[in-house]
């Protein structure tokens, strides 16, 4: 099969992870358990989640030129992902998240940039014609603005489909958003951008209507375990996740645009790719950690069997 091209723009962090009875409040020293280093970054967790789950991906990124920087290079590669876009850079640190769990499988994360705020426009420049090339390019906001706007600019002048992940949250430019074509915040993110507090679908209709209204075609709003607010040119609806037990839920976002640009290059309706997003997601909230807790897209094509013979 001829796969289409998917390009992942993005940040790679190291994660240091530490499960705690509850976040410290301000000036509090809490006693963690369970310390954990794993591979993480938005933009990694995506590219991977997109290589695992099948797709022809290449990632554009950076790693500092130290030892994690190096595994993960090579972790990347055996997650089938084309990293001749992902640069080893001297004398900076990889990035680092670090990460606290409590007991109900929330978390909190705070990062330092390292290798990612290298990922400028200029060094953009060098993979221009990939990026028009592709058929689609998957982003979020954890490598600098403007390349993220660049990308957007560039991808739009040759009809690249652009996916924009707004997290972490922040303020977009109306120039940005007028390239996106798909935005998939979570409800933290999608109140930030709108100013309004997703409580009931009625929210969550009102909050997509302002993202259609900077000019984005579709807009899907993730809920976490509730599913997602799904809404193209205007018309929205919840597509229902589904029910597991959650251990933890980082990196649920991540794989579900994975899974979701994936599904979508492979020419699946937006409904049914959304339920592909929500079956990787609820497959990785069932297992702790970033990319330790992608599925394969076996495991995700297993799910989907069962849960469609239940229905
Ligand atoms: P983020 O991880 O970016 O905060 P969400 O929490 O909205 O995003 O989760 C993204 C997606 O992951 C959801 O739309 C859903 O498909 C899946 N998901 C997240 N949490 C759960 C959960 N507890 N049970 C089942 N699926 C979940």
Not at 68 to 96: C, M, R, W, Y
């Amino acid at each position: 099969m001829n796969r289409k091209k998917l390009i992942v723009l993005g940040s790679v962090n190291v994660d240091h992870i530490l499960n705690v009875p509850e976040f410290p409040k301000p000036g509090q020293t809490l006693t963690g358990s369970n310390y954990q280093i794993s591979y993480g970054g938005k933009g990694a967790n995506q590219a991977v989640a997109a290589g695992r789950l099948d797709a022809n991906i290449q990632f554009i990124a950076a790693v500092g030129a130290d030892e994690l920087g190096k595994k993960f290079h090579q972790q990347l590669k055996n997650d089938q992902i084309d990293t001749s876009s992902v640069a080893i850079v001297p004398e900076v640190n990889t990035g680092v998240a670090l990460i606290l769990v409590n007991h109900q499988g929330e978390n909190q994360i705070a990062i330092c940039a390292g290798a990612n705020a290298t990922v400028t426009p200029n060094y953009l420049q060098q993979f221009k014609e990939d990026v028009q090339h592709a058929d689609a390019i998957l982003m979020q906001l954890e490598t600098p603005m403007a390349t993220v706007e660049e990308a957007a600019r560039l991808a739009k002048q040759h009809n690249t489909l652009v996916i924009l992940n707004p997290a972490p949250a922040q303020k977009l430019s109306d120039d940005l958003l007028k390239h996106v074509d798909i935005i998939t915040p979570n409800e933290t993110e999608a109140e930030y951008l709108t100013g309004i507090k997703i409580i009931t679908d009625a929210d969550a209709e009102s909050a997509a209507l302002i993202l259609h209204n900077k000019g984005i075609q579709t807009v899907i709003i993730t809920l976490g375990s509730k599913g997602a607010w799904v809404s193209y040119a205007g018309k929205g609806k919840l597509v229902a996740g589904f029910t597991v037990k959650a251990i933890d839920t980082i990196g649920a976002g991540d794989t579900f645009n994975g899974m979701l640009v994936t599904a979508l290059l492979e020419g699946k309706s937006l409904d049914l790719a959304v339920k592909y997003a929500h079956a990787a997601g609820a497959l990785s909230v069932t297992k702790s950690g970033a990319q330790t807790s992608i599925p394969t897209r076996k495991q995700v094509d297993e799910f989907m069997q069962l849960h469609n013979k239940r229905e």
